[in-house]
């Protein structure tokens, strides 16, 4: 997305969202205000993990926003309340329903904002108000772009907490305050990491499982995803892969630890792919990798030795040296973009899952779950880790995953703009 | 890999084929024996075994019940051959492997070797051109064992073979103490991929880790980023760029730093996280720094995840992408103080380029038990560690580099530590590090510069009958003066630069030309004049009181001490006036209070009871063991103290070998009852120390003597002279009382310490224990 994308977009359809708001807002307001009933009952019904939910008094006022802005991906979570009553609407300001209506009538913002349709979660109840919970991102380098917008939309009148984490938050500080007059409540990343992910898992622990697994990773005919319950999850090894990753030792919802981290992350695999194939996003890096064969690119050990390293254990598909090949001219002109790609990927994801094997032995936790957006649409990275466990650990290890990937940093933002003691 | 590197090489248009310089390179051929071979991606490390022939000086007692004449020598010297053994490993390029084999065919003469081991990946390439070649059969063995074999073997045998790399530093490697015991410790070799092997034992290791991000990622996929195609290239590449224009960095994403995590601005959140964009370009410097810290950055993270795991500290890193390189030994140390948060230090070998081929030579020569010996490193025959300076070009590295070569001789005996050493694991023999102290170090390499026209020409006076002498001692002078010069730029090529190892360093190089003991003659003469006052300076002690006894006979020692010819102040004044007598030397003496000045506790300790058993190292031939040492042994004996004389095994400077004190000592027995009854009783033993060195390292000694000192509970160690004493030493702590006498003979190391020349050091010790005890 350039900047200029945001603001003709924006500019040119504020009026008529502004219409189309007003006349979805009066049909919907009855539907939402009896589905908060339903979403109560659930609530109270469910498990006592559901900590994370605030009590309903000391409410802060619409637009709930949970901000998350990382190296790459910026992720935005919006409540879009939909118990609103007339008496509300009336009250509602005309800046907040353009908001609501840009947001939630648009899949798409700009040319690279994009909302995650498949991950809303729809009824869910937060601080007694029921609504749905949208997801969107866009990259870190449209900042300019979306605070423009922002401005545009005079954000700052609604006299809104804007809660941020991501080292973003930090860096974008003064923009925020400069370009659209907004103070950001500024949260630490990890905090809200282990807190979102506390709270979806919560919340949806009736609905369609938020944890999975994949049941025979070994065995590319087989491997299955299969729905993982999260209970009693401590300790818990999380392993966060945004541009680069963190790895926290998890012993409760308030006791955790950043054990260690590593830069090789998916910023790496996106900018290597650029550098290697000039592809320019990390769709069409995976893309690319999806049609890719790694084994012409990397070293095995079969190619060394002929078959398995029996002296020490060491099957011969191994890889005994990532991008081994390459040493050599001949090999490296036999070579396509896609293998290049793929072997980034391989590369990238056998490095995190070694380094989170060897934190899963030092802290003696045989549950580690993965998040952040490398995952996403990443089903290969996913298998690969999932398999790596397994087979590295002669099965002591177990690779979960999370539907919402890479969000967890901006609802557990977003938990803390409703905690009162905030 | 090994085709590509040699495909390279061919394109860059290096010669094929040199011409080799026999009596440099390949050398003892004609003796060689049990050949191994170690075919790396783009170096071949040959090892054999070969026997040395050289001359060594034997001395043999005259039958002495025949009448005396005046003028006739004490002993004989004779010149004899002698046997030794020595490990020759040579490294090379591989593009020279042809001419190397052909060179080799040629000169193996009397071989009986039928086979030669081979390790390395390049092994089975070349397999059926060294049988071919060679006609010996190629017998392979595995890698890991080699490499852990042979990294044993360097830890055990050679000092200063570990070190710390500190690219900031006054002096970027800082070598480490051998440690009596070794194991365990782990190793990661970094070749094309990264092995992590936990070493527990001589014959125990287990690889428990690995990681496929290695020098072949840094080269294949730098090769991709950069379309440059060797390695050496894309280090210098990366010793140019700017990583943070490639990577993403916590203060990118921040803004500044992470605090709460305490990760600061400047530490890599995301490796290549900038370069996911089309619209700009790359420099390869950058990519090229970029991908190097990545790389060392994760084997640093994996090496600290595994240590911790299995508890470990000592952590060697080896493999091609370390090999000398001055950039990867600098990311990867930072590395790992930044992951470990400067528990653990990366350590380096300065050999461990050849460890795979020391381990297969040794899996070979298993029948013939290496490793129940001890070896030391020939400076002479060794090339040091290369200049590893960044800013040598590539080519010019590797042209340098071409033939690299490490010798090793058995030693006749097997060295131990001495069991008297306080703690023998943070025992340094040498007292100033001449690589850290650039003042001293500039100092000693001029002054042993100075003195080496003096030691050529004593070096032909020795040999007035054998041929070729002034050219053997031209070229000795060369190739001393050579080794300085490379010292001078590169200190730390051995290990730690002291005033012992270039003292060490020139015997090799006289013993190298066939001058195995240039002062044979003047130690005879000395000795012969210095017999014929020994009995009127005893009877001289004898008429004096106890205390005034005591005072004169650590002054007779100090005298004696100043015949010194290893000290040039010393050995002019010996050359122009032999004359200079002992009374004159006692003259020239420092008056009390000395320098040092431990004597008022000495002599307290005098009026106490006497000490069990007195181990004695001593230093000169002629005065200083006649007239110095004996009448001061005689005290000792005649306390009821046992005494065990260690002097060298082998000759250096004018220190007196053990051959020539039992020759000495039985003279002196002859002359002197004290003496002879304790021979006779056995109170009084003569030991060989294990060294030929005008400096002792306590850590290297002969487990005879060790024995003896155990067996006899000695609780005084005397040490005695300037080498012994002072250079080494100086610090030793030891865990019985203990005594380091010597006469400053070299002004600008008596002005360093707070002195004039002639300066006297007395220092008495008593440890803290016995002390306390005493209390």
Redesign the interface.
């Known amino acids: 997305m350039k900047q200029k994308d945001y603001h003709c977009e924006n500019g040119g359809a504020t009026k008529t969202e502004l219409e189309e708001a007003r006349e979805r807002e009066a049909t919907a307001s009855p539907a939402s205000g009896s589905s908060m009933m339903t979403s109560a009952g659930r609530a109270s019904s469910s498990n006592a993990r559901r900590t994370a939910e605030p009590p309903v008094k000391s409410r802060p006022p619409f637009p709930w926003f949970g901000l998350d802005i990382?190296?790459?991906l910026v992720k935005l979570v919006y409540f879009e309340p939909k118990d609103i009553t007339a008496e509300e609407e009336q009250e509602e300001v005309e800046n907040l329903k353009s908001i609501r209506k840009y947001l939630t009538s648009n899949v798409a913002y700009g040319s690279t904002g994009i909302r995650d349709v498949h991950l809303e979660l729809k009824e869910l109840t937060l601080c007694g108000r029921t609504g749905n919970l949208h997801f969107i991102r866009f990259p870190t380098?449209d900042m300019h772009a979306f605070l423009q917008m922002v401005r545009q939309k005079h954000f700052s009148s609604l006299h809104t907490t804007l809660c941020a984490t991501?080292?973003?938050a930090?860096?974008?500080?003064p923009d925020f305050r400069m370009m659209a007059n907004l103070q950001l409540l500024k949260l630490?990343e990890?905090d809200c990491l282990v807190r979102g992910i506390l709270y979806i898992d919560s919340v949806k622990s009736n609905g369609p499982s938020e944890c999975y697994y994949f049941e025979n990773p070994s065995d590319p005919e087989h491997c299955i995803q299969k729905p993982y319950r999260l209970e009693n999850p401590y300790p818990l090894l999380l392993v966060n892969i945004?541009?680069?990753v963190s790895i926290l030792a998890v012993y409760s919802e308030d006791n955790y630890r950043?054990v260690?981290g590593?830069?090789?992350?998916?910023?790496?695999f996106?900018?290597?792919?650029?550098?290697?194939t000039?592809c320019?996003t990390f769709e069409e890096a995976l893309d690319m990798a999806s049609r890719g064969e790694s084994t012409r690119?990397?070293?095995l050990v079969r190619d060394?030795y002929g078959g398995d390293y029996e002296?020490?254990g060491?099957p011969g598909w191994?890889?005994?040296?990532?991008?081994?090949?390459?040493?050599?001219?001949?090999k490296?002109e036999s070579v396509s973009k896609e293998d290049?790609a793929r072997a980034t990927l391989v590369?990238i994801t056998?490095?995190i899952g070694?380094?989170t094997r060897?934190?899963a032995?030092?802290e003696n936790i045989e549950r580690v779950v993965f998040v952040g957006n490398f995952l996403r649409v990443n089903t290969l990275s996913m298998k690969l880790l999932a398999y790596a466990m397994e087979y590295w650990s002669k099965g002591q290890l177990k690779a979960l995953f999370l539907q919402h990937e890479g969000y967890f940093g901006a609802v557990g933002a977003l938990l803390e703009l409703l905690n009162p003691s905030t | 890999m090994a085709d590509c590197a040699r495909k390279g090489r061919t394109r860059d248009s290096m010669d094929k084929s040199i011409t080799l310089p026999p009596d440099e390179i390949f050398r003892n051929l004609e003796n060689a024996k049990r050949f191994a071979i170690d075919i790396g991606g783009s170096l071949t490390k040959l090892a054999y075994y070969s026997t040395v022939q050289h001359k060594v000086a034997k001395v043999r007692s005259f039958d002495h019940t025949a009448k005396e004449t005046e003028g006739d020598p004490l002993y004989e010297i004779s010149v004899q051959e002698e046997i030794t053994a020595r490990l020759h490993f040579i490294k090379f390029e591989n593009t020279y492997i042809e001419t190397c084999l052909d060179f080799i065919k040629d000169h193996l003469v009397n071989t009986e070797t039928k086979v030669i081991k081979a390790t390395g990946g390049g092994a089975y390439k070349f397999k059926e051109l060294i049988e071919k070649k060679l006609r010996l059969k190629v017998d392979k063995e595995d890698e890991m064992t080699c490499l852990i074999k042979g990294c044993n073997f360097v830890l055990r045998n050679i000092p200063h073979e570990a070190f710390v790399y500190a690219k900031h530093a006054d002096s970027e490697f800082r070598f480490q103490n051998t440690h009596p015991d070794i194991f365990p410790y782990l190793l990661i070799n970094i070749g094309s991929g990264v092995s992590i092997v936990k070493v527990e034992s001589e014959d125990k290791f287990e690889r428990i880790g690995g990681s496929s991000i290695g020098g072949g990622t840094f080269w294949g996929l730098g090769a991709l980023l950069t379309k440059t195609k060797r390695f050496d290239e894309l280090l210098q590449l990366a010793s140019r760029g700017q990583h943070s224009s490639v990577d993403m960095l916590v203060k990118d994403i921040y803004g500044g730093a992470y605090s709460s995590l305490g990760l600061t601005g400047d530490l890599i959140a995301s490796s290549f996280g900038k370069s996911a964009t089309t619209d700009k370009e790359f420099s390869k410097e950058d990519m090229a720094k970029s991908l190097l810290h990545m790389i060392s950055n994760d084997i640093g993270q994996l090496a600290c995840l595994y240590a911790r795991l299995h508890n470990l500290s000592r952590v060697y890193f080896g493999g091609f992408f370390i090999r000398g390189h001055p950039v990867t030994m600098h990311t990867i140390t930072y590395s790992i103080n930044f992951f470990t948060k400067g528990e653990v230090q990366a350590l380096f070998l300065r050999h461990e380029g050849y460890l795979g081929a020391i381990g297969a030579f040794l899996k070979g020569a298993e029948e013939d038990n290496p490793n129940q010996y001890s070896w030391g490193e020939n400076y002479a025959g060794s090339s040091g560690l290369m200049s590893v300076s960044p800013d040598l070009n590539p080519m010019q590295r590797a042209r340098s580099g071409t033939f690299d070569m490490l010798e090793m001789d058995r030693l006749e005996r097997q060295l131990v530590n001495l069991p008297l050493l306080q703690d023998p694991s943070s025992y340094v023999p040498d007292t100033v590090d001449l690589t850290e102290d650039a003042l001293a170090r500039e100092y000693w390499l001029s002054c042993f510069e100075d003195a080496l026209d003096g030691v050529v020409k004593r070096a032909v006076a020795s040999q007035p009958d054998l041929p070729q002498a002034a050219e053997r001692a031209e070229k000795f002078r060369q190739k001393y003066l050579h080794k300085l010069q490379t010292l001078r730029h590169q200190p730390f090529a051995y290990g730690s630069l002291t005033v012992r190892s270039l003292l060490d360093t020139r015997e090799h190089c006289l013993n190298e030309f066939n001058f195995p003991d240039p002062y044979s003659k003047v130690k005879q003469k000395e000795n012969d004049v210095a017999l014929k006052y020994f009995q009127k300076v005893v009877m001289s002690l004898e008429k004096l009181s106890w205390e005034q006894r005591q005072f004169a006979l650590v002054k007779g020692l100090l005298a004696g001490n100043v015949f010194d010819w290893g000290a040039k102040a010393i050995s002019d004044v010996l050359e122009s006036d032999p004359e200079f007598g002992f009374e004159e030397a006692k003259r020239q003496l420092q008056e009390r209070p000395w320098l040092v000045d431990c004597y008022n506790e000495w002599l307290e300790r005098l009026k106490g009871p006497p000490h069990k058993c007195a181990l004695f190292f001593v230093d000169n031939s002629g005065i200083d063991i006649i007239l110095g040492v004996f009448p001061f042994v005689r005290e000792l004996l005649c306390r009821g103290t046992e005494v065990v004389l260690a002097s060298n095994s082998g000759p250096a400077l004018n220190d007196v070998t053990n051959s020539e004190l039992q020759i000495l000592t039985e003279r002196i027995a002859a002359m002197d009852s004290v003496i002879q009854t304790a021979l006779k009783e056995d109170k009084l033993t003569l030991v060989q120390s294990g060294s030929s060195s005008p400096c002792l390292d306590l850590s290297r000694l002969d487990k005879a003597l060790a024995t003896v000192v155990l067996e006899r509970h000695t609780d005084l160690v005397v040490i005695e002279g300037m080498g012994r004493a002072i250079h080494t030493n100086y610090y030793a702590m030891l865990n019985c009382e203990s005594l380091k006498l010597a006469v400053i003979k070299n002004s600008w190391l008596a002005e360093r310490l707070g002195g004039k020349i002639f300066s006297v050091v007395f220092k008495y010790e008593v440890p803290f224990k016995s002390q306390e005890l005493k209390q």
């Open positions: 990382g190296g790459t380098q991501g080292g973003g930090y860096k974008f500080e630490d990890l945004g541009s680069g950043r260690t590593t830069s090789l992350g998916g910023g790496t996106l900018g290597l792919c650029c550098l290697l000039g320019s690119v990397d070293k060394i002296r020490f060491l191994a890889v005994a040296s990532s991008f081994g090949n390459m040493m050599c001219k001949a490296q290049l590369t056998n490095n070694s380094i060897m934190c032995l030092n």
